[in-house]
């Protein structure tokens, strides 16, 4: 690759120095076999075990061979490290380029790793349609390694460890998890981690196919726009890989080692001129990768945003480093209805028996329960009162925050979430009905502010309260409105585009990008005084600009309960809350939220 070859001889002439992680090899396209290649005397050699062929529920119709190495320092106590390979019966070829078991011998001898149970995996194969044409090219092989979402994760983590684990205990701490692949067996290994960090978080990848097979390409732009993950991640490639009409192997790996520093990933890119898409470079460095990713060095996180522009409201303007998600409230039936008052005050209610009311969470961390009716939407209005949804009662209260006094503003009504503007005006979503009300605190009149919307559920307000914005949990879309002094709504449009949850039952077709859900399950939201918007969907917590644009993604606390809501709320209003089934999350964040409690 002539300009790669260019910058490394300008970078030696020039005393440049290349970006952190990123390494030229020689340019000699051929395996080079190195000394933990070989047997070496004195070291315990461990077994690898040939498993009765898998017959997958995730995939159904689909058998596969695999393999279990075993080290001899293994002990039963569920301590042992695992590492996941596919295209497993590549990786045990002890003649082969990889030789997994011999390499795994040398390394954990030495204490360059730790003791570690491998698992080999080959990908699926129909039966139905006859034997592979070789080891390995298993008929499901593009369908489970190429495509994103969680599917081929669950293959793993539902049924081959569980499987492995009723012979070899193994450690469940995800920082003693690994995976590696090659190919599409490289962008698999990446997807796995990428979908559940909770269960990998070591990936190494070799030839990493992060181009549009089935949507990889999409990779850079999402771990741009995501909040960065506990993933350590070794990538390689080389000059002579593929460039074919679903993309060019090369720059999408160079693509996916920048996002990958841009968010401060701990990240290495081995990057050779020549070879070809093939294990010749990524064999000959397998020991050194795998002493790179099982070393206890931790580096602290170094990030690439010099080139952001001035307007970017990136994830690095908004998180903190260190500053994670931390629980607040524990114990909960369904949290929702978070809200703030302007003394930093964090309010919540608990939807469901046996506690159900509404709460105050005191900057000290003081709780006091106010009422005893549970809602699952709040805001204080320009009187002091509190105003809610009740739409398993149909009607829409305040609360009186001393006395605990309710009065119904509305009845007949299915209210989900609501705004009250400083003129005392509420805007409350339908959901079911597809519609935003619309309800004068004073005079209680109502009226229809907006219909149409694909189940409209959270909703907020602009900073400068002349903008109205609502989710759509059956769509994909924000909308803003213009409010009018006397209530009305107008120029709406579907201003926010939210990022959708793959569907793991949908069609994964070939070269096309993969099948979304029709919902993106927006719910709650809050704004803070620069006019970003923050909505929580299935995907995590979505965070927009004032343009619209999206400036990333939060992940969930908890992955596997729904999030239903957020505000900024406690000391200075500059605590990011969430709402996360049974718990109640925080972190400090560069935002003060917005409260609208004064005329």
């Given at each position: 690759?002539?300009?790669?070859?260019?910058?490394?001889?300008?970078?030696?002439?020039?005393?440049?120095?290349?970006?952190?992680?990123?390494?030229?090899?020689?340019?000699?396209?051929?395996?080079?076999?190195?000394?933990?290649?070989?047997?070496?005397?004195?070291?315990?050699?461990?077994?690898?075990?040939?498993?009765?062929?898998?017959?997958?529920?995730?995939?159904?119709?689909?058998?596969?061979?695999?393999?279990?190495?075993?080290?001899?320092?293994?002990?039963?106590?569920?301590?042992?490290?695992?590492?996941?390979?596919?295209?497993?019966?590549?990786?045990i070829?002890?003649?082969?380029?990889?030789?997994?078991?011999?390499?795994?011998?040398?390394?954990?001898?030495?204490?360059?790793?730790?003791?570690?149970?491998?698992?080999?995996?080959?990908?699926?194969?129909?039966?139905?349609?006859?034997?592979?044409?070789?080891?390995?090219?298993?008929?499901?092989?593009s369908?489970?390694?190429?495509?994103?979402?969680?599917?081929?994760?669950?293959?793993?983590?539902?049924?081959?460890?569980?499987?492995?684990?009723?012979?070899?205990?193994?450690?469940?701490?995800?920082?003693?998890?690994?995976?590696?692949g090659?190919?599409?067996?490289?962008?698999?290994?990446?997807?796995?981690?990428?979908?559940?960090?909770?269960?990998?978080?070591?990936?190494?990848?070799?030839?990493?196919?992060?181009?549009?097979?089935?949507?990889?390409?999409?990779?850079?732009?999402?771990?741009?726009?995501?909040?960065?993950?506990?993933?350590?991640v070794?990538?390689?490639?080389?000059?002579?890989?593929?460039?074919?009409?679903?993309?060019?192997?090369?720059?999408?790996?160079?693509?996916?080692?920048?996002?990958?520093?841009y968010?401060?990933?701990?990240?290495?890119?081995?990057?050779?001129?020549?070879?070809?898409?093939?294990?010749?470079?990524?064999?000959?460095?397998?020991?050194?990768?795998?002493?790179?990713?099982?070393?206890?060095?931790t580096?602290?996180?170094?990030?690439?945003?010099?080139?952001?522009?001035?307007?970017?409201?990136?994830?690095?303007?908004?998180?903190?480093?260190?500053?994670?998600?931390?629980?607040?409230?524990?114990?909960?039936?369904?949290?929702?209805?978070?809200?703030?008052?302007?003394?930093?005050?964090?309010?919540?209610?608990?939807?469901?028996?046996?506690?159900?009311?509404?709460?105050?969470?005191?900057?000290?961390?003081?709780?006091?329960?106010?009422?005893?009716?549970?809602?699952?939407?709040?805001?204080?209005?320009?009187?002091?009162?509190?105003?809610?949804?009740?739409?398993?009662?149909?009607?829409?209260?305040?609360?009186?925050?001393a006395?605990?006094?309710?009065?119904?503003?509305?009845?007949?009504?299915?209210?989900?979430?609501?705004?009250?503007?400083?003129?005392?005006?509420?805007?409350?979503?339908?959901?079911?009905?597809k519609?935003?009300?619309?309800?004068?605190?004073?005079?209680?009149?109502?009226?229809?502010?907006?219909?149409?919307?694909?189940?409209?559920?959270?909703?907020a307000?602009?900073?400068?309260?002349?903008?109205?914005?609502?989710?759509?949990?059956?769509?994909?879309?924000?909308?803003?409105?213009?409010?009018?002094?006397?209530?009305?709504?107008?120029?709406?449009t579907?201003?926010?585009?939210?990022?959708?949850?793959?569907?793991?039952?949908?069609?994964?077709?070939?070269?096309e990008?993969?099948p979304?859900?029709?919902?993106?399950?927006?719910?709650?939201?809050?704004?803070?005084?620069?006019?970003?918007?923050?909505?929580?969907?299935?995907?995590?917590?979505?965070?927009?600009?004032?343009?619209?644009?999206?400036?990333?993604?939060?992940?969930?606390p908890?992955?596997?309960?729904?999030?239903?809501?957020?505000?900024?709320?406690?000391?200075?209003?500059?605590?990011?809350?969430?709402?996360?089934?049974?718990?109640?999350?925080?972190?400090?964040?560069?935002?003060?939220?917005n409260?609208?409690?004064?005329?």
């Amino acid at each position: 690759m002539r300009s790669l070859s260019l910058l490394r001889s300008l970078a030696l002439a020039a005393a440049i120095t290349l970006p952190a992680g990123f390494t030229f090899a020689a340019a000699a396209s051929q395996f080079k076999a190195t000394a933990d290649h070989a047997p070496r005397a004195g070291v315990p050699v461990g077994t690898v075990t040939k498993m009765p062929e898998w017959q997958s529920k995730i995939f159904p119709g689909t058998t596969r061979d695999w393999w279990i190495y075993v080290p001899a320092q293994y002990k039963p106590d569920g301590t042992a490290a695992v590492m996941v390979f596919q295209d497993g019966h590549n990786y045990i070829n002890l003649k082969g380029e990889w030789r997994a078991p011999t390499v795994f011998d040398n390394l954990i001898a030495r204490g360059e790793m730790p003791v570690t149970v491998a698992i080999f995996v080959d990908p699926g194969h129909e039966p139905a349609k006859g034997a592979p044409k070789r080891p390995g090219s298993g008929s499901n092989r593009s369908l489970e390694y190429d495509a994103l979402g969680e599917r081929y994760a669950q293959l793993l983590i539902e049924e081959i460890l569980p499987a492995v684990e009723k012979q070899y205990p193994l450690s469940h701490d995800p920082e003693k998890r690994a995976i590696c692949g090659s190919s599409s067996g490289g962008i698999a290994a990446f997807t796995v981690a990428w979908e559940r960090p909770d269960a990998f978080r070591k990936v190494l990848s070799t030839v990493g196919s992060f181009v549009n097979l089935r949507g990889g390409d999409a990779y850079p732009a999402l771990i741009r726009k995501t909040e960065r993950k506990p993933l350590r991640v070794f990538l390689e490639d080389a000059s002579g890989d593929l460039d074919n009409p679903f993309g060019n192997w090369p720059l999408a790996n160079q693509q996916m080692h920048a996002a990958l520093k841009y968010m401060g990933y701990d990240v290495r890119f081995d990057y050779a001129e020549g070879y070809g898409h093939n294990s010749q470079h990524g064999g000959s460095l397998f020991p050194d990768a795998l002493r790179w990713l099982w070393r206890q060095e931790t580096p602290a996180p170094s990030f690439g945003s010099k080139g952001d522009l001035a307007g970017d409201m990136t994830l690095h303007r908004l998180l903190i480093e260190g500053e994670g998600w931390q629980p607040v409230v524990t114990g909960l039936a369904f949290a929702d209805a978070p809200t703030t008052d302007a003394a930093g005050n964090f309010y919540f209610s608990d939807m469901r028996p046996p506690a159900a009311g509404v709460y105050q969470v005191a900057p000290d961390g003081t709780k006091t329960r106010l009422s005893e009716e549970g809602v699952s939407g709040l805001k204080f209005g320009p009187d002091g009162r509190m105003y809610a949804c009740q739409g398993a009662k149909k009607r829409l209260i305040a609360i009186h925050p001393a006395t605990a006094a309710v009065e119904e503003i509305a009845t007949d009504v299915q209210p989900n979430d609501l705004v009250v503007t400083a003129r005392g005006h509420i805007f409350f979503t339908e959901t079911g009905k597809k519609q935003v009300t619309f309800v004068d605190a004073k005079t209680k009149e109502k009226r229809v502010a907006a219909s149409g919307l694909a189940n409209p559920n959270g909703i907020a307000l602009a900073p400068d309260q002349e903008t109205l914005a609502v989710s759509e949990a059956g769509g994909e879309s924000v909308w803003t409105y213009r409010i009018q002094m006397d209530g009305k709504l107008d120029a709406g449009t579907p201003y926010m585009t939210l990022r959708r949850p793959i569907d793991p039952k949908g069609e994964f077709k070939f070269n096309e990008p993969p099948p979304y859900k029709k919902a993106s399950s927006g719910d709650g939201m809050t704004s803070d005084t620069i006019g970003r918007f923050y909505v929580t969907s299935a995907v995590g917590l979505q965070v927009f600009d004032p343009t619209g644009r999206l400036c990333g993604v939060l992940t969930k606390p908890q992955p596997d309960k729904p999030l239903t809501s957020c505000t900024l709320s406690g000391p200075g209003r500059g605590f990011l809350y969430v709402t996360n089934g049974d718990k109640i999350y925080r972190r400090k964040v560069q935002a003060v939220g917005n409260v609208f409690v004064t005329p």
